[in-house]
């Protein structure tokens, strides 16, 4: 069995870069699987879709067939690697997150990331649905302040401006819709091992997942 480490939690709680660090100690394959759905979003928005129309949404996440190179992501040879971060296809992103048949369609395009030697799969429901039989299944968690610092000091670095209160605000209204919503809500999964990073640095969070894995393998 290729194993695989699960690492989900809310947005901006450090995800994205713990799991690709992690992945790369381990020589693992990383798999980003909110990209996916904001790849879904970014799509959307270009053809002007209505994000509430299921069978609309439901095409375009069939039919999605990006490239992921050298750290790039390519969609219908479009570089949009910089273009899905945007906190807009973020917001959006959510919002097509919540239709069901939209994520029974990228559930494929999830699994047959699982390749040898391993992987590291980041999101909400990596450890819950998609991953269930992971042997490290990681809730990495931070308080809205903190996750909310680490977006405005991102922000900043790449010259963007921002304002701490609309960010918490934001993160905050992201929070309830992807944990109210009916299919896969966020939510620890069934042995997760919870991770508050609010007062660590990242190495200090890597650090922890690696010796939780350590101890899976000697177990
Ligand atoms: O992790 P992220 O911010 O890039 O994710 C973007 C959106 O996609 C987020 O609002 C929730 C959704 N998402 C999801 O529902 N399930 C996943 N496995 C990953 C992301």
Do not use: H
Request: glycine residues 6%; contains cysteine.
């Amino acid at each position: 069995m290729i194993p695989v480490i699960t690492i989900d939690g809310p947005t901006a709680s450090g995800k994205g870069t713990v799991a690709a660090r992690v992945a790369e100690a381990l020589g693992f394959y990383y798999l980003d699987s909110g990209a996916l759905y904001r790849l879904t979003a970014y799509a959307s928005l270009k053809a002007e879709l209505d994000l509430a129309d299921e069978d609309a949404i439901e095409a375009v996440a069939k039919a999605l067939a990006p490239e992921f190179k050298g750290g790039r992501i390519v969609l219908d040879g479009e570089d949009v690697t910089d273009k899905i971060r945007m906190e807009a296809v973020g917001v959006a992103a959510s919002k097509v997150a919540a239709l069901p048949r939209v994520r029974s369609q990228l559930v494929q395009l999830q699994k047959r990331s699982r390749q040898a030697p391993g992987l590291v799969a980041d999101g909400r429901d990596m450890g819950s649905v998609i991953f269930p039989d992971a042997p490290l299944k990681v809730f990495l968690t931070a308080s809205a302040e903190a996750r909310a610092q680490r977006r405005f000091n991102q922000l900043k670095e790449k010259g963007i401006t921002a304002n701490i209160t609309t960010l918490t605000q934001d993160l905050q209204e992201r929070d309830r819709r992807d944990m109210e919503r009916a299919v896969c809500p966020l939510a620890p999964a069934a042995g997760a091992k919870i991770l508050d990073s609010s007062n660590l640095t990242v190495e200090e969070t890597v650090a922890q997942v690696l010796t939780w894995y350590k101890e899976c393998l000697a177990a």
